[in-house]
């Protein structure tokens, strides 16, 4: 994040202190709970909330329960939500938290006990105006739910927005399940149009069969492309002639939620998916999968970042200059964010959209926001990632400039 962020930063001349303030959080808050397990004994959690910044709204993020969840991790995850609110014009500042833990290890009961303790330890600091969560790597629905109605017996009113990705019946928004797929996809169809290329039987390799992987690969395969490639975490499936999607999406809800073991296709190793000659790889797994290490090996003409920095900054050079088009993270999963903003317009509004609406609106915001990384693109003559950055970094700094001019005139009348 801050390798790209310094990029950004050099070539908009951003003044130092401003450059500081915003390379590091707003806040940092570090939670320790612990909750009775079923088998009766006590076990002890760490959490993390770090808001980033708050300078174009009330600060908006995930969390995630991982085992692998780090306080370093959190911050850039952070800030990685404060530059894609900005990169889209919503009105969000960046957040994220996170809970060491492993969630499939946990019974929906200890779950539901972790997400309440961990909403109690930060009641003070949620809140529609404050900071708005919403489900990560681990998380979904239930914990949303969990958390809004923690939240709202503790502030003795019920409080929807403060919290999305919640159940439909619970305040949650039509569309918010399958929102970051399908940004994915139209960002993807999108770069496709870029390179002239013909979205019927061009071919795409997914990394990752959660939440982002399932429905960008379901959304392009209705598209017309070919899937050749698919992985989770216990197999990478191939086949030439396409994946059928949908019949994988039923093998794998009937199979404890893996790919493992479905017949229509060849297993490959995982490393090899991310090194397939198609024209677009998603990876929508987890980070640093690209690295200086296999990019040069990357045969896919286009990226599309579906998980959250799956490209490390020591790869960008290399795939730049063998012409990848990578189609950055803050950009290309920015759908999820999105109808998030309009599950909590929603709630605000008291109103219900319906899925129309909130599929035209994410077309809507995420192709503009698309042109103008790309003018940006021509405008400084740097990678869509740097763009995006470029676009961000201007309107953060901006407001918070004009934020800290308006405090320091206003101590000086006072004084
Ligand atoms: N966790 C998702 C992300 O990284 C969604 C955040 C949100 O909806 O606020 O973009």
């Keep these: 994040m801050i390798d790209r962020f310094n990029i950004a930063a050099d070539i908009l001349k951003l003044d130092e202190s401003i450059r500081q303030r915003l390379q590091r959080p707003e806040k940092q808050i570090v939670v320790n709970f612990s909750i009775v397990l079923d088998n009766g004994k006590e076990q002890n959690f760490e959490g993390y909330r770090i808001i980033h910044n708050t300078a174009l709204g009330p600060s908006k993020g995930g969390i995630r329960y991982d085992t692998a969840v780090n306080l370093e991790e959190v911050k850039a995850l952070a800030a990685w939500m404060t530059w894609k609110s900005a990169v889209t014009g919503i009105p969000f500042g960046g957040a994220k938290g996170g809970i060491i833990c492993d969630p499939s290890t946990h019974s929906k009961r200890e779950l539901e006990k972790i997400t309440r303790a961990y909403t109690k330890s930060l009641s003070d600091?949620?809140?529609?105006?404050?900071?708005?969560?919403?489900?990560?790597?681990?998380?979904?629905?239930?914990?949303?739910?969990?958390?809004?109605?923690?939240?709202?017996?503790?502030?003795?009113?019920?409080?929807?927005?403060?919290?999305?990705?919640?159940?439909?019946?619970?305040?949650?928004?039509l569309g918010r399940v399958e929102a970051t797929g399908k940004g994915v996809s139209i960002i993807t169809l999108l770069a496709l149009?870029?390179?002239?290329?013909?979205?019927?039987?061009?071919?795409?390799?997914v990394q990752g069969f959660g939440n982002v992987g399932i429905h960008s690969a379901l959304f392009l395969y209705e598209k017309?492309?070919?899937?050749?490639?698919?992985?989770?975490?216990?197999?990478?499936?191939y086949n030439p002639d396409g994946i059928n999607i949908p019949e994988l999406i039923l093998y794998y809800n009937l199979n404890n939620k893996s790919i493992k073991g479905y017949p229509n296709s060849v297993t490959i190793k995982h490393e090899e998916l991310l090194l397939l000659e198609v024209d677009v790889l998603i990876p929508a797994a987890k980070e640093d999968v690209i690295t200086r290490q296999n990019a040069h090996e990357?045969?896919?003409?286009?990226?599309?970042?579906?998980?959250?920095?799956?490209?490390?900054?020591?790869?960008?050079a290399i795939l730049e200059a063998n012409n990848v088009l990578v189609i950055p993270d803050i950009l290309a999963n920015a759908g999820g964010v999105t109808v998030s903003y309009f599950e909590w317009l929603q709630n605000t509004l008291v109103e219900k959209w319906g899925v129309n609406q909130v599929n035209r609106q994410l077309e809507n915001i995420l192709e503009k926001s698309f042109e103008t990384v790309f003018r940006t693109v021509k405008k400084y003559n740097v990678s869509p990632r740097i763009a995006s950055y470029i676009l961000a970094l201007q309107k953060v700094a901006e407001t918070q400039s004009v934020k800290e001019v308006a405090l320091t005139a206003e101590n000086y009348k006072q004084n």
């Design 125 to 173: 600091i949620f809140g529609p105006q404050k900071d708005v969560p919403a489900p990560d790597m681990g998380t979904g629905p239930d914990e949303m739910g969990w958390l809004m109605d923690e939240f709202s017996q503790l502030h003795g009113r019920i409080v929807h927005g403060v919290v999305t990705g919640k159940h439909l019946h619970a305040g949650g928004s």
């Design 224 to 237: 017309g492309l070919k899937v050749l490639a698919v992985s989770d975490v216990s197999e990478a499936l």
């Design 193 to 205: 149009e870029k390179l002239k290329l013909r979205p019927a039987g061009s071919t795409v390799a």
């Design 298 to 316: 990357v045969k896919a003409k286009i990226i599309v970042e579906g998980a959250n920095g799956p490209v490390s900054s020591d790869a960008d």
